[in-house]
C-alpha cells in the first residue's frame, strides 16, 4: 500500500531515437579514436563495451523485492550503437586510422587493421585553431577567416553539411581536443551581446574551443567539453543553450586519478578521518602530456583537478578534520609510457586522537581506454537530454567530469557515489518511476 499522499510520478514526453545519431568530435587524437574504433569493434567485431554504463549498467527500480533491474539501454530509449555516424575537426590532417596507429593505443592487428577501411573513411576537417591557446602544437589543417566570427560560421556550415552529407537526424558535439591555456572567465563572457561583439572583434578573449560551442548551440546541438577548458562554462552560451533548448555540459573527462580521489575522499569524509596532506603525480607520455606540459595548459588542468577535495571534504564544516590540507597535484610528460600514465597518491591521514597514517594507490591506467567507454555514454545521454526536452547545464551528468558544470545557486557535487545516484534518479525521474531514497524501512514495519 502507498501512502496516502503518494503521487504516482509521470514519464516525461521523449521523442524516439530514430533515424542517425551524428557524433561529432573536435579533435582526432588518442580519446576520439580510441572512442570510435572502439564502437566499430563493438557493433561489427563483437568487442565488448567494457566502462559504459549505457551499454553495460543496469538500474534497480521499485523495491528490492520486486526484483527489476533492466539494462539502462532497454530503460531509457537511447540511440542504437549501429545509428551513430561519426566526423571530427583536427588541425592535424591524419585520417582517424592514422591518427589511431599514432596514438598507440590500440593493438593495430587485433583493433585496428581489421576495420582500417572504415577508419581511413573519417578525414579531420579543418580546424579552427590558434597555437596561442595550445602552445605545443603546430597544425596545417586550419581553418582562415577574417575574423573569429566567420571561423565560427564556417563551423556552422561543416555541422550542416555533414548532417545532410550523412542523412543524420541528430548531432551531438564533444570535445576531445587538446587543453587550451587557462583562461579566466571575463566581460566578453559575460553576455550574448558581448560575446558576439568579441567574436566580431576576434579578441583574445575567445577561445577556438568557444567557437565550436558557439556554432554547436546555434545549430541546435549538444555540446559537452571533455577538458577542462572554459568553453561552455561561461554566462553567455550557458544563456544562448537555454534560450535554444539545447543541453550543455563539462568539464574535463573524470577517468584516472580524480575518479580514484572522489571514492576515497568520500569514504574518509563519511568515517570522519582527518587529512593532513594530498599528494598526487602523474607520469603520462602521449600528446596530452605533452600539451600539458606547458605550463599555461597545465594550470587549466591543474585548476581542474584541485577543486575536488576541498568541495568533498568540506574544510569549513569540518576545520578539525580537513582545515589545514596540504593538496599538490603534478604531471610529468614522460614519453617513454605513451597513453599508458600512472597515477599515484600519497594520502596522510589521521584518526583516533590523531594518530598518523597513510594511504597509498599506484594507478597504472591507460588514460584513452578509460576516456573512450565515457565519450559513448556522454554522446547518448546527451542525445536523450535534447530529446527530453531537457536544456542548459546537465548537472546530472556530472558522473562522468572533474569539473562540473553546476547552476550559480550551488556548489558542485564531486562525490562519485552521489553523482551516480543523481544520474539513475534522473533516468527514474524521466521514465516515471519512483526515485530511490535507500530508506528501506517498509522492509522491517510489521503489517
Ligand atoms: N583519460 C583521458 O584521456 C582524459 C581525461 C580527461 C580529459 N582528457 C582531455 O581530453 C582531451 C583529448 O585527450 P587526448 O589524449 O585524445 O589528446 P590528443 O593530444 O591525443 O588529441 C587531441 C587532439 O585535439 C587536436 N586539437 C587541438 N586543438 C584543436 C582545435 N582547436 N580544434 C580541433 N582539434 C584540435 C589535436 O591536434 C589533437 O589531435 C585533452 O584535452 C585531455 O586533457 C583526457
Redesign the pocket.
Known amino acids: 500500500m502507498e501512502p496516502k499522499d503518494f503521487v504516482q510520478p509521470q514519464p516525461r514526453p521523449i521523442e524516439p531515437p530514430t533515424g542517425r545519431l551524428g557524433v561529432l568530435l ?7 579514436t580510441t572512442f570510435i574504433a572502439g564502437v566499430e569493434n563493438i557493433r561489427s567485431r563483437g568487442a565488448v563495451p567494457v566502462g559504459s554504463l549505457t551499454q553495460m549498467g543496469t538500474i534497480r527500480l521499485g523495491k528490492r523485492t520486486e526484483k527489476r533491474s533492466p539494462l539502462i539501454k532497454e530503460f531509457v530509449p537511447l540511440a542504437s550503437l549501429d545509428d551513430l555516424v561519426f566526423g571530427a ?4 590532417p591524419d585520417n582517424a586510422y592514422e ?1 589511431a596507429l599514432k ?1 598507440g593505443v590500440l593493438d593495430r592487428h587485433e583493433h585496428l587493421d581489421p576495420i582500417a577501411d572504415f577508419l581511413r573513411g573519417i578525414e ?1 576537417m579543418p ?4 597555437q596561442r ?2 602552445k605545443r ?1 603546430h ?1 596545417t589543417n586550419v581553418k582562415s577567416g577574417r575574423s573569429k566570427m566567420e571561423l565560427a560560421e564556417a563551423i556552422r556550415q561543416d555541422i550542416r553539411d555533414f548532417k545532410a552529407r550523412n542523412g543524420c537526424d541528430r548531432l551531438v558535439m564533444i ?6 591555456v587557462f583562461m579566466e572567465p571575463s566581460a566578453e563572457h559575460e553576455n550574448l551581446e558581448n560575446f558576439e561583439a568579441a567574436l566580431e572583434a576576434s579578441s583574445d578573449a575567445i577561445a ?2 568557444m567557437l ?1 560551442a558557439y556554432a554547436a548551440l546555434m545549430e541546435g546541438v549538444p555540446f559537452a567539453n ?3 577548458n572554459l568553453t561552455v562554462d561561461i554566462p553567455a552560451l550557458v544563456k544562448l543553450a537555454n534560450d535554444r533548448g539545447v543541453p550543455i555540459g563539462g568539464k ?5 586519478q580524480t575518479l580514484v580521489k572522489t571514492v576515497i575522499a568520500p569514504m574518509l569524509k563519511a568515517r570522519m578521518l582527518g587529512v593532513a596532506g594530498w599528494y598526487s603525480t602523474n607520469i603520462l607520455g ?3 602530456g ?3 606540459d606547458d605550463p599555461e595548459s597545465f594550470k587549466t ?1 591543474e585548476e581542474s583537478k584541485l577543486g575536488v577535495l576541498e568541495y568533498i571534504l568540506q574544510p569549513d564544516l569540518y576545520p578539525q578534520l580537513y582545515g589545514n590540507i596540504y593538496h599538490k597535484v603534478r604531471i610529468n610528460y614522460y614519453p617513454p609510457r605513451g ?1 599508458n ?1 600512472e597515477g599515484w597518491d600519497n594520502i596522510d591521514i589521521f584518526g583516533w586522537l590523531g594518530y598518523p597514517m597513510q594511504i597509498k594507490i599506484d594507478f597504472l591506467c591507460r ?2 581506454i ?2 573512450a567507454p565515457l565519450v559513448l555514454d556522454l554522446a547518448l545521454f546527451f542525445d536523450l537530454a535534447q530529446r527530453a526536452g531537457m536544456k542548459g547545464i546537465q548537472e546530472w551528468l556530472s558522473f562522468y567530469f ?1 569539473s562540473p558544470q553546476h547552476a550559480p545557486t550551488v556548489y558542485p557535487e564531486h562525490d562519485l557515489f552521489i553523482q551516480q545516484t543523481k544520474l539513475k534518479n534522473t533516468l527514474r525521474w524521466l521514465m516515471g518511476e519512483e526515485q530511490i531514497t535507500h530508506l528501506g524501512i517498509e522492509y522491517y514495519e510489521e503489517e
Not at 573536435?26 to 576520439?32: H, N
Not at 575537426?89 to 592535424?92: A, C, Q, T
Not at 570535445?175 to 587550451?180: F, G
Open positions: 573536435v579533435g582526432l587524437g588518442a580519446v576520439a575537426w583536427d588541425p592535424i591518427a596514438a579531420p580546424a579552427a585553431f590558434d591557446y595550445v602544437l597544425g570535445w576531445c581536443a587538446s587543453t587550451e577556438p574551443s565550436y571533455g577538458a577542462p574535463d573527462f573524470k577517468t584516472g602521449n600528446r596530452d605533452e600539451v600539458l588542468k597513453d600514465k588514460d584513452s578509460l576516456a572533474k
